[in-house]
């Protein structure tokens, strides 16, 4: 297999054949009701208690759409630059579970809520746009637990009936690298309009993928397989991995790839065909009698146009236009929207004399590390804005070295103390004074005379010793850019 | 004052507002009526203690400002009742109790009716002669052996046999208005979306309707004004302006345009029909209306479209019925073989067969050619009555091919009990109101009725043309209690 | 349009209705006589007609975003074939 920057190829003696993907991604649809049920959709609820009637399917029941699942649906639409429908229809998919209780699901098929759009990926290698094909909204089904009991299946219906938007992207995608970015930006852009909390672990967003090979250069798609109901970035790139391979081998072999729909096994990494789908093609979808087209205005469409927030691809923008900041630690400053905006909150607490870069390190770098470590949210940073911009404001005026900064952000986390009063209270003003340092240099030189010796006939790696004994002698403080230049004078 | 049971539901709303008759009396009455009748087998449920009680306490504390006052009624077995047995005639809901009620029910509880069972009906509201039922056929009230047409088969017997005052049934392709052609009494079918179905075990969400079904048009008028409302619940469900049907009501149908539709008269078709049909015309013209001869080309269509549509919706709308959630479960060795062997058993033949034809008409390869099909025939159809009611205000034809056969004659051939429906069907399609009354009477002595059709949301029209000609064609049911020994 | 035993009991898997072949066999005279009689409809060109979906004269109602339906499992449940408080139990699924 080889790998390059942005290609993502499998080769065999004399064939080299690339991947080609395409992502169905099941998105949950924040709200506080199910999609055509009064029924709650919160997480983890005890098993059956969040059923309503017509959750059940019980003899007579029948269902009404929630408006505001709608409204998520279109802003999502939004987002995506897709089109919005402005008539759409829902649709039966029939089939037979146990935890699909009408025997149905009610979705759209024909005519969904959202049309075309694009996501923009931005790669290493530069901007990638991914085509949408569609948006539309469904019934989520149930769940069934198979390993609690030996002999039967218990099924919770909790989560039957709640609302899910179904995003389909075209066959655009070929490396587990642009997927990963891909569902990421979909999460981001989701969780910037509120319409999905993108919580893979709580199930609120899950992707089907579809995945085909064929030899590098051909503009033939070649039989794609689907592997269902992947819950987690790792493994949506190690069950594609897995299966573009065994594609390769089938071919490679002389044999045909049989259109299936597979599972991943995360224990074996690896795909396996779903037997009991045979018929499971055959599901006779038409238009649900029990509801009429779904008819959106250009008002209500536009009304929702107007509450949307500035997207990540445009706040993308202005980082870099407006603060300078590198297309890189753009996007990931725009990634999540607090990130953004603490971010930003920083920026303004800077003032005047800011440095932006210094800014964006500490951010990216101390920052993050500390809330990955604590599993924190920057929401729930230790650290506010205010006084991180602080910080970096006492680095840039030179009141204290980067070095003595880190000392100085470890006491902060506890209670978000203020670094101008731990800097007073612990005397840890850097030394800038050049008399004081000076003399504080002249007396390490002369202390050390053979090893200034050797240096000035040429053990230049003596530098940094002379850099230590400063740094030890003045307790760290000394400003570390005086001494590298009257160290230089003196030796 | 004659028997309590033979009172018209008006004339018992009547005695008890007057405090002439008590609640506990007039459904002791029909209690009693209604177990000396077990021989029809109209009810498969009785909640006659209930009922008792009930009635008992609407006398303690009576409230005459309501429609019903503590009228007993008893119900088409396909609306969901709290806490009595609902069973849509099926094995796979024989246990069935639900913990909710039907809009429709709830509706005339509301107004101080008081529930006296749930009456037989063909399996799943599928069939024309109530020979479908898990619980038996339906004996009708008018002669031994002779089927009370269906679906609501137990509805019209119970309700011809006074074991009822008036009831409410379904119709989704002539369940109301066939079985009271049979049965000598009044069934309406208002327009789609007029009455809500929550509640109402689907069979074909885009073509059922619950509709009144009564002794004469006054009592029709009245449940019809209790039992339409618009409902949240149901997405199908209209909001408009509905009309004091009861109040409202007038037998001045003088100026009314009535259309005949040429293509009604189907080749070979009794002469009793054509000749009652006639007579019907002369009575409306006695009336003051004005008649047209009217096209409605694409009529002999709606049958076939109809076994398409019908089976198709149903085939869906019974997927629920599989053993897991409630009712009938057969044991199986895994998921799949329970489903298989509960449907197979919990169902009877007639259902099985539609919800084949259904599953197959929607299937790869076969949707646009017959579903699809189907519901172009539909617009065809619906805008045949669009075209017609640019000329008419209503349509006059005959409610039923012939008037009721022998129990057993038709099992055996799907098709020739379809062709029941053929006059009533096409309403259903096109979602319009119809009002079947009875007319007279075969060589047999056997009831016939006659249909008035109208423009959708209009049914105080029809209901008045129908008031203006009972009282013309004066019919008498000649019912015998020929069960009664 | 002859529907075969082959199509019958595709069907009937599709729809979950075990047939044997004796019953098999009556279905397929059954149908075979129903679909006779609604192929009338090819009689019809409908190639310009739209297909009518709903008669109900009215527009899709909105609901509003409130949870109205709150704990009422032990309803759900009540008319459960299996013994269990919590859950539906049905025989396991063959993977």
């Known amino acids: 297999m080889t790998k390059d920057n942005s290609e993502y190829l499998i080769s065999r003696d004399n064939n080299i054949y690339e991947i080609v993907i395409g992502l169905e991604v099941h998105a949950q649809v924040t709200s506080n009701s199910k999609l055509f049920s009064a029924s709650s959709t919160t997480f983890g609820a005890e098993p059956n208690t969040q059923v309503s009637l017509v959750d059940a399917a019980f003899p007579g029941m029948l269902p009404v759409i929630n408006e505001f699942c709608v409204k998520q649906a279109i802003k999502t639409g939004i987002g995506l630059k897709a089109q919005i429908n402005k008539k759409s229809v829902f649709d039966r998919k029939n089939y037979f579970y146990a935890d699909l209780p009408q025997g149905y699901q009610i979705s759209q098929f024909k005519y969904p809520i959202v049309g075309e759009g694009t996501v923009i990926l931005d790669m290493p290698n530069g901007q990638k746009e991914v085509g949408i094909e569609r948006l539309h909204l469904e019934q989520d089904a149930g769940k069934s637990i198979h390993d609690m009991d030996p002999q039967n299946t218990l099924v919770d219906l909790n989560r039957s009936g709640v609302a899910l938007m179904e995003i389909v992207s075209k066959p655009d995608l070929r490396t587990p690298d642009e997927v990963s970015v891909y569902v990421k930006k979909l999460r981001s852009i989701m969780r910037y309009l509120g319409t999905c909390d993108g919580n893979m672990q709580e199930g609120s967003l899950r992707a089907d993928v579809n995945v085909s090979v064929r030899i590098k250069g051909s503009d033939k798609l070649g039989t794609r397989c689907e592997i269902k109901n992947v819950n987690s970035i790792k493994f949506m790139q190690m069950a594609i991995n897995y299966e573009a391979n065994r594609q390769v081998d089938l071919i490679e072999e002389g044999k045909t790839i049989n259109q299936e729909t597979r599972l991943f096994d995360t224990k074996k990494n690896e795909t396996r065909s779903m037997r009991s789908k045979e018929d499971a093609h055959d599901y006779r979808y038409f238009p649900d009698p029990d509801l009429l087209p779904l008819e959106v205005t250009d008002e209500f469409i536009e009304k929702l146009k107007a509450d949307i927030p500035e997207l990540p691809d445009d706040k993308k923008k202005r980082f870099i236009d407006k603060f300078k900041v590198s297309p890189y630690e753009a996007t990931i400053l725009v990634s999540d929207m607090e990130t953004a905006k603490y971010f930003e909150e920083v920026v303004a607490k800077m003032g005047k004399n800011q440095d932006m870069k210094l800014a964006v390190n500490w951010i990216i770098g101390e920052l993050f590390a500390v809330l990955n470590n604590k599993n924190l949210e920057i929401s729930e940073s230790p650290i506010s804005a205010k006084n991180l911009a602080k910080l970096v404001n006492l680095i840039k005026n030179g009141t204290i070295s980067g070095k003595i900064a880190k000392t100085i952000f470890e006491l902060m986390i506890d209670g978000d103390k203020d670094p101008q009063i731990i800097v007073e209270e612990k005397g840890l003003k850097q030394e800038s004074d050049p008399k004081a340092l000076e003399a504080l240099i002249d007396k390490i030189i002369n202390d050390n005379r053979e090893k200034a010796i050797e240096y000035k006939q040429g053990k230049e790696k003596l530098f940094g010793f002379f850099v230590g004994q400063a740094m030890k002698v003045s307790g760290g403080k000394a400003n570390p850019q005086l001494i590298n230049e009257i160290l230089k004078k003196k030796l | 004052m004659s028997e309590i049971t033979s009172l018209t539901l008006t004339e018992l709303v009547k005695n008890i507002k007057e405090k002439k008759i008590s609640s506990e009396e007039a459904t002791k009455n029909f209690i009693e009526r209604g177990e000396k009748s077990k021989q029809l087998n109209s009810y498969i449920t009785n909640d006659f203690s209930s009922a008792l009680k009930n009635a008992k306490n609407f006398d303690q504390k009576p409230n005459f400002n309501l429609k019903l006052p503590g009228i007993p009624i008893a119900v088409k077995d396909l609306f969901c009742t709290s806490g009595v047995k609902t069973t849509a005639g099926s094995k796979i809901l024989s246990n069935f109790v639900p913990t909710y009620e039907s809009t429709v029910t709830q509706n005339i509880w509301n107004e101080g009716a008081i529930l006296l069972g749930k009456l037989n009906c063909d399996e799943f509201a599928m069939g024309s002669s109530n020979e479908t039922s898990f619980f038996g056929n339906v004996q009708s009230p008018i002669d031994k052996d002779l089927v009370p047409g269906g679906s609501s088969g137990g509805s019209a017997a119970a309700l011809a046999a006074n074991l009822t005052p008036i009831t409410i049934g379904t119709d989704t392709g002539g369940s109301i208005r066939q079985p009271a052609s049979f049965t000598g009494t009044v069934g309406l079918k208002p327009t789609y979306g007029s009455c809500s179905r929550y509640g109402i075990v689907a069979f074909a969400s885009s073509l059922d309707q619950a509709g009144p079904m009564s002794k004469n048009v006054k009592d029709c008028a009245l449940l019809h004004e209790i039992i339409s409302t618009y409902d949240e619940k149901d997405s199908t469900s209209i909001d408009f302006k509905r009309n004091e049907y009861s109040k409202e009501l007038t037998n001045n149908i003088k100026g009314k345009k009535i259309g005949i539709p040429k293509e009604y008269r189907v080749e070979g078709m009794p002469k009793e029909i054509e000749d009652l049909w006639v007579k019907g015309i002369e009575y409306i013209k006695d009336c003051g209306a004005k008649i047209f001869e009217i096209s409605l080309p694409h009529t002999n269509y709606a049958l076939p479209a109809y076994y398409i549509v019908a089976p198709a919706e149903a085939s869906s709308n019974l997927a629920r019925y599989d053993g897991v959630k409630y009712g009938f479960r057969s044991k199986g060795e895994n998921l799949i073989d329970m489903y298989e062997k509960t449907r197979s058993e919990g169902f009877g033949s007639e259902v099985q067969r539609r919800i084949m034809i259904g599953t197959y008409v929607l299937s790869s390869g076969y949707y646009d050619a017959y579903y699809l099909k189907a519901q172009k025939v539909r617009k065809l159809i619906k805008n045949d009555f669009d075209e017609a009611y640019k000329k008419v205000d209503a349509i006059l034809t005959p409610s039923t091919p012939n008037s009721a056969f022998k129990i057993g004659e038709k099992t055996n051939d799907p098709v020739s009990m379809y062709l029941n429906d053929i006059f009533t069907v096409p309403i259903n399609l096109a979602g319009l109101p119809a009002i079947s009354i009875p007319a007279g009477l075969d060589v047999k002595g056997y009831p016939l009725g006659l249909q008035i059709i109208g423009k959708a949301f209009d049914e105080q029209n029809i209901l008045n043309i129908a008031y203006a000609m009972e009282e013309k064609i004066a019919f008498k049911n000649k019912i015998t209690d020929w069960w009664i020994k | ?95």
């Open chain 3, 1 to 95: 349009m002859t529907i075969d035993l082959k199509t019958i009991k595709h069907i009937s898997k599709l729809s979950r209705i075990s047939v044997d072949d004796k019953k098999a066999k009556k279905l397929a005279i059954d149908l075979n006589s129903i679909f006779n009689f609604i192929e009338k409809l090819n009689e019809l060109n409908t190639d310009k007609v739209e297909p009518l979906t709903s008669v109900a004269a009215t527009t899709l109602k909105f609901r509003t975003d409130v949870v109205k339906s709150k704990d009422i499992r032990s309803q759900i449940l009540k008319n459960s074939p299996e013994d269990n408080e919590d859950f539906f139990v049905v025989p396991k699924v063959i993977e």
